[in-house]
């Protein structure tokens, strides 16, 4: 059991093999799994779509007849010779050696040369009432191609903790040296998705945008507050940034989009508590104060409200960090990011920039008086805004009041979203037929959409994958429920404007050419949802929901923005129902049970075991098919048998009369018609009981001395006479019980 769905699987291979057969492709990717599990920080490797090996042993209904050979017989013996069975330890003296049966399937010659008993004491062999084939089973649960080549994907996990760039570039030079020292020519590992390279890609973007953050607030500080004003807030800008990252490195924090993209958010709030210390310097300094008091005073002032702020904004993110939903669980950096750097800002600003201030400010020109302080045209211009506000106080509030009205209303046009799509040049298609349809059909939709992608110049590679999602290679996808009837490609366009410019246009060709099926193309985000609006109707008559569920669909089909309205009631299923006659089958012996076995050897198969070539495994099914070894076309012909033989014919008058008589010279006893043997736990297939005359024929004959007959009237209420025991003292016996037809 796979109890790890927490595992990403950020590095999807597809692995071709021109001129290999289906085996052949399966040990490279078993040695590829191999030889990449065993890298230090790769937590697990998986192979995904490969085909089942099985033994199809077809069973000639004419040959069995003429033989004299049941199903269930072939189906017995098959089963006690390849099972295992435990067969104990012998002690040899000092030694104590296992034991064990052998004679167990080799190869598949040994399948068909298995000896099945006769009924006339002769043997006849396998391959004398069936065909014997290795091959693969069908439906194909799983399969995957790149490229329209047959392939296997191949799925590596990085282990929790571990940095995906260096696993990454581990993992591709070993397949290198694979493919250049052990893999023979055509044998080919193709990228489906990469994450080590778009994370180094997603970082080095986020890195260039931080470094420009900086760059730009520290160019406006230094043209509002002056060069060397600017440049103390800029380092320690700088300073809290790597500050930040620090700490973070020491508390297991990651370098990664959330913590990277909570610095730029936090830009302008790094900078608040320096910008206010220096600014309280600067005016204290051109007060006249001493140059000490001049440092100092302003951070006695103001560290406690600065903190009560610093502390406000980050608070303001907490419900981020508590929320129990998806977007919580990926943005929860935020807020930790945002929490360290805001608080080291603080702590910076009353320590580190009255020390650099100390050493790079110098002192001003004195004004002459404190009147004239703030008297340059600046000032006096926002002197006269805001008195003209405060005469104007009611005209000021409507102006406000309208304004905040015209953000509410533009913000209706905004388009909304919590996570905007990632920007890959790769999305997925999501292909899905009404359940009950063979995966043969959906390999061929798969393959011609395949074929019309690669016709637009656009499409750089399509991957397919039938049954299922290769694997949970990115944490930002949607996984399929597995489906016979489902299936998915992988594309990869020229460039993200590319997918982005063409992706309408696809989906709208390929929803008009495949109107039954559910085809959607998605690109990849956290939010992701198969159906983003839904509405549900409750209620108890299903005929009512039906239409509401069509009026529903009537008013959204007239949106055109809408596609896809479809509702979660699957078409119904047809079902091949076989009618079970009791009276009928009970008068052949057979049940339920053996008429569903029957119909499954004619349908998909019996499995019957498994034996090894090695390490490839191979299912033994037994199946029911035509003369020329083609499927049953009618499940009318579908020959029944029972499971457990009919031992009606077994038990004759002579046999029964020397089971009794404990001899094998048989004496008859007029009046005693044939009997069958019943179960141990079974009931007698026939009911009645002995009379006096017979009871007493049967203690006149002959029994060999010692042994006593003791006969008793089975009473099918349970009676105490059908319960009694016939063990005596130290002395065993053997209940034969009879049934006599009446």
């Known amino acids: 059991m796979q109890d790890d769905f927490g595992l990403v699987y950020g590095m999807l291979y597809a692995l071709t093999g021109d001129g290999l057969t289906e085996r052949q492709l399966s040990d490279y990717a078993g040695l590829l799994k191999r030889e990449l ?62 034991v064990a049966v052998a004679d167990k399937f080799r190869a598949v010659k040994e399948i068909e040369s298995m000896v099945i008993q006769g009924h006339e004491d002769d043997q006849l062999r396998l391959c004398d009432i069936a065909r014997v084939e290795h091959g693969y089973a069908e439906p194909v649960r799983n399969e995957m191609s790149y490229e329209g080549q047959r392939a296997l994907g191949i799925a590596v996990a990085a282990a929790s903790g571990s940095d995906i760039v260096k696993v990454g570039a581990e993992v591709e030079r070993c397949l290198a040296e694979l493919q250049a020292e052990r893999f023979p020519a055509g044998v080919a590992c193709h990228k489906i998705f990469y994450q080590p ?87 204290d300094l051109k007060l006249g104060k001493p140059r000490r008091e001049a440092m100092t005073a302003i951070g006695r002032k103001t560290a406690m409200p600065l903190l009560g702020a610093t502390l406000i904004a980050i608070l303001s993110f907490l419900p981020i960090f508590l929320s129990p939903d998806t977007a919580g669980v990926y943005v929860r950096d935020l807020f930790i990011v945002l929490a360290v750097s805001l608080l080291l800002s603080w702590v910076l600003a009353l320590v580190h920039v009255p020390l650099m201030a100390d050493a790079w400010l110098g002192q001003p020109a004195a004004p002459a008086g404190g009147a004239t302080l703030y008297d340059s045209a600046v000032y006096r211009w926002l002197r006269a805004a805001l008195g003209f506000g405060l005469r104007h106080r009611w005209s000021s509030i409507a102006v406000a009041l309208v304004l905040v009205g015209l953000s509410v209303w533009g913000y209706g046009y905004m388009r909304q979203g919590f996570f905007p799509d990632m920007v890959y040049d790769q999305l997925y298609m999501e292909y899905k037929l ?56 992988i594309i990869d366009f020229e460039s993200p404007e590319a997918l982005e410019r063409n992706i309408d246009d696809i989906q ?72 079970y006659d009791q009276s009928a089958a009970r008068r052949m012996g057979l049940s339920r049970q053996d008429i569903a076995v029957s119909m499954l050897s004619a349908a998909g198969g019996i499995p019957v075991g498994a034996f090894y070539e090695g390490t490839h495994k191979n299912t033994i099914y037994l199946k029911c098919t035509e003369a020329d070894g083609k499927p049953v076309d009618n499940l009318e012909n579908v020959p029944v048998f029972p499971m457990m033989p009919n031992l009606a014919g077994l038990f ?78 130290d002395s065993a016996s053997v209940r034969i019980r009879t049934v006599v037809g009446g």
């Not at 509002?224 to 807030?233: E, L, V, Y």
């Not at 959330?258 to 220096?278: K, P, Q, R, T």
């Not at 110049?457 to 944490?475: C, D, F, K, M, Q």
């Open 652 to 729: 004759d008058e002579e046999l029964l009369l020397k089971l009794k008589s404990g001899s094998d010279r048989p004496q008859r006893v007029a009046g005693i018609r044939p009997a069958y043997r019943a179960a141990e736990t079974g009931e007698p297939r026939r009911t009645g009981r002995v009379g006096g005359s017979r009871r007493s024929a049967l203690q006149r004959s002959a029994r060999p001395a010692g042994n006593v007959l003791a006969c008793a009237r089975h009473r099918d209420r349970g009676g105490a006479a059908g319960r009694r025991r016939t063990n005596r003292g």
């Open 197 to 283: 390279e778009r994370v180094k890609d997603a970082l080095g973007t986020f890195l260039i945008n931080l470094i420009e953050s900086v760059v730009i607030v520290v160019a406006i500080l230094m043209l509002t507050m002056g060069f060397r004003s600017g440049m103390i807030i800029g380092i320690s800008l700088v300073v809290t940034v790597v500050g930040s990252f620090l700490i973070l490195g020491m508390a297991d924090g990651t370098m990664q989009r959330v913590s990277l993209a909570a610095f730029i958010l936090a830009m302008g709030m790094l900078v608040d508590n320096a910008i206010v210390i220096v600014d309280g310097i600067l005016i």
């Open 37 to 98: 599990g065993d890298l230090d920080g790769v937590a697990r490797v998986e192979i995904y779509g490969e085909r089942e090996e099985c033994i199809d042993i077809s069973i000639l209904p004419e040959k069995m007849a003429m033989l004299g050979v049941s199903p269930a017989e072939a189906l017995a013996t098959l089963n006690g010779q390849n099972n295992v069975y435990y067969a104990g330890y012998y002690d040899n003296g000092p030694d104590r050696i296992r």
């Open 508 to 579: 709208q060709t390929l929803s008009d050419r495949y109107p039954d099926a559910y085809v959607k193309l998605k690109r990849y985000n956290l939010m992701f949802k198969k159906y983003p609006i839904e509405a549900q109707f409750m209620g108890p008559d299903p005929a009512v929901l039906h239409r509401l569920a069509d009026s529903a669909r009537c008013i959204m089909e007239r949106t055109p923005e809408v596609c896809l309205i479809t509702t979660d009631w699957e078409p119904r299923i047809p079902v091949l129902n076989i009618d």
């Open 434 to 489: 009404p359940e009950g349809t063979n995966s043969t059909r959906v390999k061929a939709d798969l393959e011609e959409i395949r074929r019309y992608l690669k016709s637009r110049s656009e499409i750089r590679s399509v991957a397919a994958s039938i049954g299922g999602t290769p694997a949970r290679y990115n944490l930002v996808r949607s996984i399929a429920t597995p489906s016979l009837s489902y299936g998915e490609l």
